[in-house]
């Protein structure tokens, strides 16, 4: 008896020790995606403009980047406020932990090289060899074309330095373990030529990272069949909103819209053609998309992403994409 407990008592310490051996590894050891490339920028003022173009409006940095003034519709960044960074995103949101944007700006990435900023852009591992959680879309901008990377940096160079320190963003466990499995090294692809829409298309829709709001997921997967088919909910004061359905089926997705429609349902909102955000109050319609800044992309850009959205398969998901919700105190005075 003495004898068997002593063999399971070994195996228990052996089956301890390689599970230590696996966090040990996995926390200190990981994450690796190779080396932190020996990169020097020597920008063009046509590359920053195309780095402008997008951080502004096709990758969207500046919508987690900066401050956006949620009491106006689809909270556009505030004025003076894009790359400095700081915004919370928490439990109370679906995440595990509580993350901060970094600041972007000259005052908070002054000091990386090129060389790490193009590896935590692509491959989600910042310049002291942390894991970035993917609420940072690495792993989309990690497929995309390396000059479109060296671009954002070319023009992250540029912006105004704003004085602000961020808190350090805390993993809940075990994803604080799990994160680090997560960077990988990038499978950088050419940007198509413009000509073939379908294939440029497919190339803007991943660097817009729109999956990223309109699949839904499970346990961080994509829930196979249902791409593009939207009904992913999100929280706002007073609010359930849910993303629309983006295939192209005829009854509850863009089967009917035209190119032109498309097209001018976001140039609807370019502020550069005049739109001025309304004023928005809890329990209101409203939206994360970030319509002012999607707003800004090309015409021939915009229709690039209509043409390849026609092509993928439809998905029959009707979407109520906003639902007032009562506050608690509401609710007790309608009683």
């Given at each position: 008896?003495?004898?068997?407990?002593?063999?399971?008592?070994?195996?228990?310490?052996?089956?301890?020790?390689?599970?230590?051996?696996?966090?040990?590894?996995?926390?200190?050891?990981?994450?690796?995606?190779?080396?932190?490339?020996?990169?020097?920028?020597?920008?063009?003022?046509?590359?920053?403009?195309r780095?402008?173009?997008?951080?502004?409006?096709?990758?969207?940095?500046?919508?987690?980047?900066?401050?956006?003034?949620?009491?106006?519709?689809?909270?556009?960044?505030?004025?003076?406020?894009?790359?400095?960074?700081?915004?919370?995103?928490?439990?109370?949101?679906?995440?595990?932990?509580?993350?901060?944007?970094?600041?972007?700006?000259?005052?908070?990435?002054?000091?990386?090289?090129?060389?790490?900023?193009?590896?935590?852009?692509?491959?989600?591992?910042?310049r002291?060899?942390?894991?970035?959680?993917?609420?940072?879309?690495y792993?989309?901008?990690?497929?995309?074309?390396?000059e479109?990377?060296?671009?954002?940096?070319?023009?992250?160079?540029?912006?105004?330095?704003?004085?602000?320190?961020?808190?350090?963003?805390?993993?809940?466990?075990?994803m604080?373990?799990?994160?680090?499995?997560?960077?990988?090294?990038?499978?950088?692809?050419?940007?198509?030529?413009?000509?073939?829409?379908?294939?440029?298309?497919?190339?803007?829709?991943?660097?817009?990272?729109?999956?990223?709001?309109?699949?839904?997921?499970?346990?961080?997967?994509?829930?196979?069949?249902?791409?593009?088919?939207?009904?992913?909910?999100?929280?706002?004061?007073?609010?359930?909103?849910?993303?629309?359905?983006?295939?192209?089926?005829?009854?509850?997705?863009?089967?009917h819209?035209?190119?032109?429609?498309?097209?001018a349902?976001?140039?609807?909102?370019?502020?550069?053609?005049?739109?001025?955000?309304?004023?928005?109050?809890?329990?209101?319609?409203?939206?994360?998309?970030?319509?002012?800044?999607?707003?800004?992309?090309?015409?021939?850009?915009?229709?690039?992403?209509?043409?390849?959205?026609?092509?993928?398969?439809?998905?029959?998901?009707?979407?109520?994409?906003?639902?007032a919700?009562?506050?608690?105190?509401?609710?007790?005075?309608?009683?």
């Amino acid at each position: 008896m003495k004898t068997a407990l002593r063999y399971i008592l070994i195996g228990l310490a052996v089956i301890a020790t390689g599970i230590g051996g696996v966090l040990s590894y996995v926390k200190f050891i990981l994450p690796d995606a190779g080396p932190t490339p020996q990169l020097k920028i020597n920008a063009t003022q046509a590359q920053i403009e195309r780095g402008r173009y997008l951080a502004n409006h096709v990758n969207v940095c500046m919508d987690c980047h900066s401050t956006r003034d949620w009491t106006r519709f689809s909270g556009p960044p505030t004025p003076g406020t894009i790359g400095k960074g700081g915004e919370r995103f928490g439990p109370e949101m679906g995440l595990p932990g509580t993350f901060y944007s970094r600041n972007i700006t000259p005052a908070g990435v002054g000091n990386w090289t090129d060389g790490e900023l193009f590896r935590a852009i692509s491959s989600g591992i910042n310049r002291h060899g942390k894991a970035l959680f993917p609420l940072m879309p690495y792993l989309t901008y990690g497929k995309t074309d390396q000059e479109d990377i060296k671009s954002v940096i070319a023009y992250l160079r540029t912006i105004k330095a704003i004085p602000n320190e961020v808190p350090e963003s805390e993993t809940a466990f075990p994803m604080n373990f799990i994160v680090n499995t997560i960077p990988q090294k990038p499978n950088f692809q050419k940007r198509p030529h413009p000509s073939n829409q379908i294939a440029y298309g497919k190339y803007l829709v991943n660097a817009a990272g729109c999956a990223d709001c309109h699949t839904k997921t499970d346990k961080g997967e994509a829930i196979p069949g249902m791409d593009f088919a939207g009904g992913v909910e999100m929280n706002l004061p007073g609010a359930v909103i849910r993303t629309a359905n983006l295939t192209p089926d005829k009854e509850t997705g863009l089967g009917h819209w035209t190119k032109a429609a498309f097209i001018a349902r976001f140039k609807a909102f370019d502020p550069a053609a005049g739109y001025k955000p309304h004023l928005v109050k809890p329990g209101e319609k409203q939206t994360i998309m970030p319509w002012t800044m999607y707003s800004g992309m090309s015409e021939q850009d915009l229709g690039a992403i209509y043409s390849y959205l026609q092509t993928v398969k439809p998905v029959k998901n009707k979407v109520e994409t906003f639902t007032a919700v009562a506050s608690a105190k509401e609710s007790i005075a309608k009683k």
